[in-house]
T-cell receptor, first 114, second 110 residues
Framework: DTAVSQTPKYLVTQMGNDKSIKCEQN?????MYWYKQDSKKFLKIMFS???????INETVPNRFSPKSPDKAHLNLHINSLELGDSAVYFC?????????????FGPGTRLTVL | RKEVEQDPGPFNVPEGATVAFNCTYS??????FFWYRQDCRKEPKLLMS???SGNEDGRFTAQLNRASQYISLLIRDSKLSDSATYLC???????????FGTGTQLKVEL
């Protein structure tokens, strides 16, 4: 019954590897997001998609590539992982792009790059 | 200047106390305002939206002052379960882009 789910919950990997994080929402929402929360707990948007179309692409290294196969899924692929990529990555969704809409967050993926 | 600024705390208060958090934002074009709550090692969850006229939800009252670009959250009769980090969040539009403050940590003690 989880509204927004992410896998894996924990990811520990070596520098230079490529990894993916998956996100799924069963709320029937049109819009999905990826956020990064760093070690200082600062939460910052990375990407958003609306009906599979890229809407927001913040200043994120192009090693990060989101993919939305359908509006219920938004995956994040990261190439050539670096130490600074260690963080908690949250997926979120909202009904649509209306600015008053609540965003529902997944439980987060804690990425540690060694 | 940060887009959304909050006092990081921690605020340590006894049960039953009233506590207030403040937040300022820099973008005068900001359109929507929220308080989210984040428990330790958990995801953020919406606590309440903030409306220009001010709004109340049980023990929680939120206020917005657009002229001063200032948002507040008042918690009355604090409970142990209120212990969390409170995130001030501003939507600057442009695709429902939320900008988060760094959060204010609240610890309610016996």
């Amino acid at each position: 019954d989880t509204a927004v789910s992410q896998t894996p919950k924990y990811l520990v990997t070596q520098m230079g590897n490529d990894k993916s994080i998956k996100c799924e929402q069963n709320l029937g929402h049109d819009t999905m997001y990826w956020y990064k929360q760093d070690s200082k707990k600062f939460l910052k948007i990375m990407f958003s998609y609306n009906n599979k179309e890229l809407i927001i692409n913040e200043t994120v290294p192009n090693r990060f590539s989101p993919k939305s196969p359908d509006k219920a899924h938004l995956n994040l692929h990261i190439n050539s992982l670096e130490l600074g990529d260690s963080a908690v990555y949250f997926c979120a969704s909202s009904q649509d792009l209306a600015d008053y809409n609540e965003q529902f967050f997944g439980p987060g993926t804690r990425l540690t790059v060694l | 200047r940060k887009e959304v600024e909050q006092d990081p705390g921690p605020f340590n208060v006894p049960e039953g106390a009233t506590v207030a958090f403040n937040c300022t934002y820099s973008n005068s074009a900001s359109q929507s305002f929220f308080w989210y709550r984040q428990d330790c090692r958990k995801e953020p969850k919406l606590l309440m939206s903030v409306y220009s006229s001010g709004n109340e939800d049980g023990r929680f009252t939120a206020q917005l002052n657009r002229a001063s670009q200032y948002i507040s959250l008042l918690i009355r009769d604090s409970k142990l379960s209120d212990s969390a980090t409170y995130l001030c969040v501003v939507n600057v539009g442009g695709g429902n882009k939320l900008t988060f403050g760094t959060g204010t940590q609240l610890k309610v003690e016996l």
